[in-house]
């Protein structure tokens, strides 16, 4: 199938670091992005990473990847009341045209 | 910095009207796409854009078409409002080959409300 999956909520303190899932469908070659969505706006690009990496890491983020059981981890450090918001896992397939997004994992960080 | 500039944030049509959206971006990107954002069922894809003049359905086409006179324009149009469209609807742009990595930019949004 199609499904990108991920879970629907994480509450996590401020201050402590969040972690969010997702699993895709296709390990052998895609391509695979995190984006972030503020209340009424649009989708911000955070991060990207091809299947060939184990990791990836931009300031507070790092993405992991374990090709084996096709999961998709993004982990935000020191989280802050900011980083609230809806986070979209996204999935292309090498050669494919169309890009398959989760229904976003919506992160509640408390004070 | 990418920007994917939509025309409105917010619209209120009638039923049967005729209704524009407008998506507009400045980094001479090839590909243009419009999806529609519904709570429980995340992005649907509507149309989509790899070139001038050139359109491709998506996944939910129905209801809608699609112009791109423009390669930095591409709109949506929906011929007869339908309480049924109101929606948040998002536009994304991409660089190079459609097949090819590149990552979508989105737009902020129009949430489209049809009374």
């Known amino acids: 199938g199609e499904d990108v999956e991920q879970s629907l909520f994480l509450s996590v303190r401020e201050g402590d670091s969040s972690v969010i899932n997702c699993t895709y469908t296709d390990s052998s070659s895609t391509y695979l992005y995190w984006y972030k969505q503020e209340p009424g706006a649009g989708l911000q690009l955070l991060t990207y990473?091809?299947?060939?990496?184990d990791m990836k890491q931009d300031q507070r983020l790092t993405v992991l990847l374990n090709k084996k059981d096709k999961h998709l981890s993004l982990r935000i450090a020191d989280t802050q009341t900011g980083d609230s918001a809806i986070y979209f896992c996204?999935?292309?397939?090498?050669?494919?045209?169309?890009?398959?997004f989760g229904a976003g994992t919506r992160l509640f960080v408390k004070a | 910095d990418v920007k994917v500039t939509q025309s409105s944030r917010y619209l209120v049509k009638r039923t049967g009207e005729k209704v524009f959206l407008e998506c507009v971006q400045d980094?001479?990107?090839?590909?243009m796409f419009w999806y529609r954002q519904d709570p429980g069922l995340g992005l649907r894809l509507i149309y989509f854009s790899y070139d001038v003049k050139m359109k491709e359905k998506g996944d939910i086409p129905e209801g809608y078409s699609v112009s791109r006179e423009k390669k930095e324009r591409f709109s949506l149009i929906l011929e007869s409002a339908s309480t049924n469209q109101t929606s948040m609807y998002l536009c994304a742009s991409s660089f190079g080959q459609l097949y090819s990595n590149q990552p979508q930019h989105f737009g902020d949004g129009t949430r489209l409300s049809i009374l």
């Open positions: 996204a999935e292309k397939k090498n050669g494919g045209f169309k890009t398959i």
């Open positions: 990473i091809f299947s060939n990496m």
């Open positions: 980094m001479d990107h090839e590909n």
